[in-house]
């Protein structure tokens, strides 16, 4: 066909049928026989011919389709849109992405979601206030992943931040640290959580020494806690072990102390949260606490699909049973980072 984009008719033409048989097949409905359905497809083939989705889907009265938000560059961002394709395609839906950078808000991101006819919406460590979720939640399902939405008729499924941060607390006292700092996340999603968590436990045990030092979600904000944890002065007044925000963080944390001479964990202990694929990486093998891409994935399809699925058979009373909140426990997962303080940090 040389430069010409191929077309319904070319492929018609190739098969020997009309061209709204061409569109029968691809469209899955009724109206086709098997071999003619399979003449068409075999001339769809020969030709490298590939229907316009977007273009079907603006004829149907349902697109079948779930627009997610994430985060361009957060690891786990990532790890959850792998399940989230997962689970979208065994439900039948298609998913449709749009990023948010430095460049691009989330409302942006949204915008694109709703010009794209997108049935529901999965936002990943939305960052948009509880006033602008019950504006979008009036308009389509929409489900908050990561982050708990307080009053608004907004689907959750998160995990519990807050135990994640005691388990890393918990794990570091067993070790028998006492001064076990906070890398914090600020505002981002998940972060108050965590740093309640991290609070609690540590009030929980008389005897240790909370210290909250800025963090992020970056391997460059977790460099700039390293330097001001460097800056705490003498080795025996520095925390002997930290908790970061989320992995990125704790890696960038341990490039720069060590960078400093400081060894991990003989120095400092370090204990992360994602649980990200590098984390796992022989050379870095960072203790963190897991959370469950594959569960979160799966509870946020699930979520939006059962009231996708079901609403149009229910009444509103019913309907407004199937916002549900989903809370997903975490897990420790030791490995070479940390490590008991040395001899000198407890005198």
């Known amino acids: 066909m040389g430069a010409e984009k191929v ?32 003449r068409v497809l075999a001339a769809a083939r020969e030709l490298d011919y590939r229907p316009d989705t977007r273009a079907s889907r603006l004829g149907r009265s349902r697109t079948r389709t779930l627009g997610v938000t994430f985060r361009v560059g957060h690891a786990f961002h990532g790890d959850l849109l792998g399940s989230l394709y997962t689970w979208a395609d065994t439900a039948g839906y298609e998913l449709v992405l749009s990023g948010v950078t430095p460049s691009r808000s989330e409302t942006a991101a949204v915008e694109t979601l709703l010009a794209e006819r997108c049935e529901g919406i999965i936002l990943l460590g939305s960052s948009q206030s509880a006033a602008l979720l019950r504006h979008l ?18 689907g959750v499924v998160r995990t519990d931040d807050a135990a994640g941060l005691r388990l890393s607390v918990e794990h570091l006292r067993s070790l028998g640290h006492t001064r076990i700092a906070l890398l914090d ?12 968590g991290y609070r609690a436990a540590i009030r929980r045990s008389p005897g240790l020494v909370e210290t909250v030092l800025p963090g992020g979600l970056s391997e460059l904000e977790g460099a700039e806690a390293a330097r001001a944890f460097l800056a ?21 944390f341990v490039d720069v102390v060590r960078q400093s001479g400081l060894r991990v964990p003989g120095d400092v202990s370090v204990v992360g949260f994602d649980d990200i ?23 946020a ?12 058979e229910i009444s509103d009373t019913q309907a407004s049973v199937a916002i549900t909140s989903v809370v997903i426990e975490p897990e420790l997962v030791v490995r070479a980072s940390t490590a008991p303080p040395a001899r000198w940090a407890g005198s």
């Open 185 to 196: 996340g600020g505002r981002t999603a998940g972060a108050a959580e965590r740093r309640r």
């Open 137 to 154: 939640s009036a308009r389509l399902p929409v489900v908050s992943v990561l982050r708990p939405v307080p009053g608004a008729d907004v």
């Open 277 to 299: 694929t590098e984390a796992g990486y022989p050379h870095v093998a960072l203790t963190t606490v897991r959370q469950d891409a594959e569960r979160l994935g799966a509870a």
């Open 301 to 312: 399809v699930r979520s939006l699909t059962r009231r996708l699925d079901d609403e149009p």
């Open 7 to 38: 077309t319904m008719e070319h492929v018609a033409a190739r098969a020997g049928v009309s061209r709204a048989l061409v569109s029968i097949v691809f469209r899955g409905v009724a109206g086709a026989s098997d071999a003619t359905r399979e």
């Open 232 to 252: 705490l002065g003498a080795a025996r007044r520095r925390p002997t072990a930290v908790a970061a925000f989320n992995d990125r963080c704790a890696m960038g």
